[in-house]
């Protein structure tokens, strides 16, 4: 059987170049060990601010005994139980203000408690249950059955820009509220002791939330394989070497290989903000302007990366496996699916190398919760300085293949 | 200077890895002469010519092309070189394919237009114009090559090969054309492994093993190897670069 011949042909070839060997043997370990880092991590430190208004149990009889004041405060109590991992806590004696620090970003949640909060809880479980005593903390309460208090509302405002730490909050809220109930009252849930203001509404759905980190990451599958597979086609066809040959300086080509591509880019974009819009009413309520702005310095970036990448690779082949070596991990750990704040702190410093980290980020605000320039300041100017840096150093490199062509 | 050197080349070596492409090699070509590089294969003759055009750079010792030490941007335009490959985009067609390249030279539109028409004739391709060039044979497509590289008239070009898979007919007319660009002043370089070619050029050099063996016009090759055709001149010269290795 020939079938031999060709297998051990095509097995020889690919021992012999070293590189591709070595991408086949580390790249599924290095998947491996990046899937399971970003994936693996918890919430840590998520600023919220807590507001507690709560003037704890007063005015109550215990059993056996005229009228006794608990000092028992429920509202802290809850806070007691929170992990204090998972939350960044900062206490404050202003309701209003927690709540616009939510609306700017400050924190993900503001949480207020209001003054009757430990009275109203016990009274909300003794008429649930029909009883007259309930276990709160430990000791048993009796509440005065003539004092009818309005039923206990828990404000907690909040950031559902990020439908996974939204979640993750109630969640672990939800959980705080059990423990200082205990089970004793299944019948308060704390879903009923919450009322939830979320900032957008509840609208923004897990499809949303990826969908920018989603269209960044095609656009820069597709820039960089485009471009990287372009510019190795040149070279090794021998048209780069007569470009370079004529009377052009290098950042010209550089920069033609950039407008090109940066067209293309925008298209491709465009296709993407529509397609995702009309086939699957991807939220989008921010500036298409803002939008294609990111679009546009985020790809030149990609081509810079493109031409490196192409630059260092022998042949089509060998571009190809380094775009897919760098990008595969890239929409891991860019914060598409799995938030930045639950990476592990070995390779978070990954993620803020990541172009796609920023864009995604950027994108986000301006697509799911319509921020304007001034909140994607800082992603805007990380991006316009891997642009920056990129081409310059593609530039350099085109000047060295006209010597390597 | 009537005879003032366009190409000077002093002490090149280059290398890669172990293998010596280029051993210490001294070369003058004076303006307007028609330069044959002969030798065997591996003998450095491509090495040699984009070491002079500047698309390597040498390890030791320097090119000078029409004065300027390479490489340098300012002979750019005054160069043409013709690469060993084709390269040529072959999903252009012919004319697009003059017509950028031709767009890298300071050329206007119209003088390209010109420019193209004139050499599509001379490389035979005027019918072709218009398909697309990976469609074309091999020999068509290094056709095309030449057209591109002597299309913004180069005061100096560096030809690899030229007529590697051309047939007799077509490679007689592009050497006619050689000479007349040669009697313009234009210095041409020109490797080949024909002696019918190398007989056509004012001075031969003689590659082996990265060195100059002998360099002269053809009459002059025959009297210094005391051979009767330069056939076996270069039988002779090869085994003498082989021996004093």
């Known amino acids: 059987m020939k079938s031999f011949t060709i297998m051990r042909n095509v097995l020889w070839r690919i021992a012999r170049d070293r590189r591709t060997l070595f991408l086949i043997v580390l ?35 215990v059993k056996n005994a005229d009228r006794i004041t608990l000092a028992v405060n429920l509202a802290a109590a809850f806070v007691a139980n929170l992990d204090s991992d998972t939350f960044d806590i900062t206490f404050s004696e202003d309701a209003d203000g927690a709540a616009s620090a939510v609306a700017e970003h400050e924190v993900w949640a503001a949480l207020v408690f209001p003054q009757n909060f430990s009275h109203a809880v016990v009274n909300e479980a003794l008429q649930q249950s029909g009883e007259r005593t309930a276990e709160v903390d430990g000791q048993t309460v009796t509440l005065l059955p003539s004092v009818v208090i309005e039923g206990p509302s828990t404000v907690l405002t909040l950031d559902d820009g990020n439908p996974l730490i939204a979640d993750a909050i109630i969640t672990s809220f939800a959980a705080s509220f059990a423990a200082v109930l ?53 070279r090794t066809s021998g048209t780069l070497t007569r470009i370079l040959i004529a009377p052009i300086r290098a950042w010209e080509v550089s920069i033609g290989y950039t407008l090109a591509f940066s067209t293309v880019a925008l298209v491709q974009a465009a296709e993407l903000f529509l397609a995702s819009a009309l086939l699957f009413d991807i939220r989008f309520v921010g500036s298409a302007a803002i939008v294609a702005v990111i679009v546009i310095v985020f790809t030149v970036g990609l081509q810079g990366i493109a031409t ?44 803020y190398i990541s172009p796609l980290t920023y864009a995604n980020g950027a994108l986000r605000k301006v697509m799911l919760t319509g921020q304007g320039w001034a909140d994607i300041a800082l992603e805007l100017a990380v991006l316009a300085g891997i642009a920056v840096v990129m081409l310059v150093l593609s530039i350099l490199m085109m000047r060295r293949q006209a010597f390597s062509a | 200077m009537a005879t003032e050197a366009v190409i000077r080349a002093t002490g090149l070596r280059k290398t890669f890895r172990t293998r010596v492409a280029l051993d210490g090699l001294d070369l003058a070509v004076e303006q307007g002469r028609l330069y044959g590089l002969a030798g065997p294969n591996g003998a450095g003759k491509t090495t040699l010519i984009r070491t002079l055009c500047g698309l390597l750079r040498p390890d030791e010792g320097e090119a000078r092309l029409l004065g300027w030490q390479m490489p340098s941007v300012r002979v750019r335009s005054q160069l043409g070189y013709m690469p060993q490959d084709f390269a040529v985009y072959d999903d252009l067609t012919v004319l697009e394919n003059l017509e950028f390249f031709g767009g890298l030279y300071d050329l206007s539109r119209k003088q390209i237009r010109e420019r193209a028409g004139e050499l599509l004739d001379l490389v035979d391709l005027s019918d072709r114009r218009d398909e697309k060039t990976g469609t074309l044979s091999g020999g068509m497509r290094r056709r095309v090559s030449l057209a591109i590289s002597l299309l913004h008239k180069p005061r100096l070009a560096f030809l690899d090969e030229p007529t590697a898979g051309v047939d007799p007919k077509l490679r007689r007319s592009f050497w006619d054309h050689f000479s007349r660009l040669s009697e313009q002043g234009v210095t041409l370089v020109v490797t080949t492994h024909l002696v019918e070619e190398a007989l056509r050029c004012d001075v031969v050099g003689f590659l082996s093993q990265g060195r100059l063996l002998i360099q002269g016009s053809p009459t002059e090759i025959l009297q210094q190897t005391g051979t009767e055709t330069l056939d076996d001149a270069f039988i002779v010269l090869q085994d003498r670069g082989e021996l004093t290795r």
């Not at chain 1, 693996?40 to 998520?46: A, D, I, K, T, W």
């Not at chain 1, 919220?48 to 009889?61: F, K, M």
């Not at chain 1, 009252?185 to 009322?195: F, G, K, R, Y």
């Not at chain 1, 690779?313 to 639950?342: C, D, H, R, Y």
């Open chain 1, 27 to 61: 790249l599924p370990l290095f998947f491996v060990l990046l899937y399971g880092n970003s994936f693996s991590g918890s919430f840590r430190n998520l600023p919220i601010v807590i507001v507690n208004q709560d003037n704890g149990l007063a005015s109550v009889r």
């Open chain 1, 182 to 234: 205990g089970t004793q009252q299944a019948s308060l849930t704390p879903e009923s002791l919450l009322e939830v203001h979320p900032l957008y509404g509840g609208d923004i759905r897990m499809l949303d939330f990826t969908a920018p980190g989603i269209i960044g990451f095609a656009l820069t599958l597709i820039t960089v394989l485009l471009t990287a597979m372009a510019v190795v086609r040149e």
């Open chain 1, 308 to 351: 490196l990448i192409s630059t260092v690779s022998k042949n089509e082949a060998q571009a190809m496996q380094l775009v897919l070596f760098l990008l595969i991990p890239a929409i891991m750990i860019s914060g598409v699916f799995w938030p930045l704040e639950t990476m592990p702190a070995t390779i978070r410093p990954l993620a």
